[in-house]
């Protein structure tokens, strides 16, 4: 049965509401970045599965692009739910299930096994982290808000980190099995600490906890929340885009695998310190639009220098500051795409989002591969990229400024 936010334990009240709402925001990073490690896991691991149950890199890469695909296809229903049932019961669920799933990849003996638990951990990932907006909306005051999601998406940058870091070593000191035993005891540990402790804040608004879903045509026809959809297609197509074909993009730059996978992994690193510091300061100022568009113009100047420069020193920094500047956008739209739908409908505008996001991804991804074609590098699917990040750069110059929007309807 899956675990329903009026039937839920929730925990007594032992310490202030302000000191509270930080184990919730920890205990919703913790789910969050389990959902992007357990699917990591395979990204370093894809020879490792094609000699292990003999497939095709395709076939063996299915365990990866699964994640996209599915948070294509149940965005917005996760978003509904969200805001029907609240996120207590949204991210609970997703935990279940990712827990759940996660203990069905123990069984090493057929790929087909192995793949329907990736599929339904996938299934738990939409629910799972669609409910930042309304989890912050529900404990953190405005002139917070930018802060506390950005150290939510820092959850999932943590998550990737250790899902593409932790897995090899793993493997070698646990063995295969080991570490799949290990990742599922991990994620019910999660699951039970979330189910256990989250609860929502009880001086908050009804309505930043559980409302009545709007349609998805009455957001969709809003276009500020339109614009903010096609940001979040551009923004997330780059960062996928980037991320899946970095070898091959660094490889004429004489850069081999293995300093390519530290290049991503700076430019993660880079990110999370960004999640941090960008937000708060924007909280400070009391402004979004401006870190937007600031986030996004010095990420065009400093990607250059990532996908063309030949010395390693130059990369690395250039992949951090990259990081630091282009992933804490995510956290701004999150948090404005929250503001212009308001308490009710964050998380369905949150669904929305995300589904735009990972459609861009996917799109970007095949886009990049057939501008490649034969071409013996991907200079012209650079290219692309560098279009992406500008036309990205043109559409944040006309994003609602959302902190006066916030404060206009608390005045109200």
Not at 93 to 117: C, D, K, Q
Not at 146 to 163: E, N, P, Q, R, S
Not at 173 to 185: D, Q
Not at 291 to 314: K, Q
Request: hydrophobic letters at 55%; charged letters at 10%.
């Amino acid at each position: 049965m899956s675990p329903d936010a009026s039937t839920l334990p929730a925990p007594a009240l032992t310490v202030p509401v302000s000191a509270y709402r930080w184990v919730v925001l920890g205990l919703f990073m913790l789910v969050a970045g389990l959902s992007q490690a357990l699917w990591l896991n395979f990204a370093p691991l894809l020879t490792l599965v094609q000699a292990k149950y003999g497939v095709s890199e395709s076939l063996a890469s299915g365990l990866l692009l699964v994640f996209p695909l599915v948070y294509v296809l149940l965005s917005v229903p996760a978003g509904l739910l969200t805001d029907r049932k609240g996120y207590r019961f949204s991210v609970g669920f997703g935990a279940v299930l990712m827990a759940g799933f996660s203990i069905l990849r123990i069984n090493e003996t057929n790929f087909w096994v192995l793949l329907l638990a990736q599929a339904g951990i996938a299934v738990g990932q939409p629910f799972a982290v669609n409910g930042i907006s309304k989890l912050v909306a529900d404990w953190f005051p405005k002139e917070h808000s930018a802060m506390a999601t950005g150290l939510g998406t820092m959850g999932l940058f943590l998550g990737m980190a250790v899902g593409m870091a932790a897995t090899p070593p793993m493997v070698e000191a646990l063995g295969y099995r080991g570490t799949m035993v290990a990742f599922a005891a991990v994620s019910l540990a999660v699951c039970a600490a979330f189910l256990l402790l989250a609860r929502t804040n009880p001086e908050a608004k009804p309505e930043a906890v559980v409302s009545r879903a709007p349609s998805m045509v009455s957001l969709l026809q809003d276009r500020k929340l339109l614009l903010l959809f096609v940001v979040a297609a551009l923004g997330l197509g780059f960062f996928n885009g980037l991320t899946t074909w970095l070898e091959p993009i660094l490889a004429p730059n004489g850069l081999d695998a293995v300093k390519a996978g530290a290049v991503g992994g700076v430019l993660i690193v880079g990110g999370i310190f960004g999640a941090i510091a960008v937000p708060a300061l924007s909280d400070l100022v009391r402004q979004r639009k401006p870190f937007l568009i600031g986030s996004v113009a010095l990420s065009l100047l400093v990607l250059p220098a990532v996908c063309e420069a030949r010395d390693e020193a130059v990369v690395m920094g250039a992949a951090f500051a990259l990081g630091f500047f282009f992933l804490p956008a995510f956290a701004l739209l999150l948090d404005m795409c929250g503001a212009v739908a308001g308490e009710a409908a964050a998380g369905s505008a949150t669904g929305l989002l995300m589904l735009f996001g990972n459609g861009g991804g996917v799109l970007v991804i095949i886009a990049m591969g057939l501008v490649k074609g034969d071409a013996p590098t991907f200079e012209r699917a650079v290219y692309l990229l560098y279009g992406v990040v500008a036309l990205g750069l043109v559409l944040a110059l006309g994003a609602p400024e959302t902190m006066s929007r916030r404060e206009e309807r608390a005045a109200s």
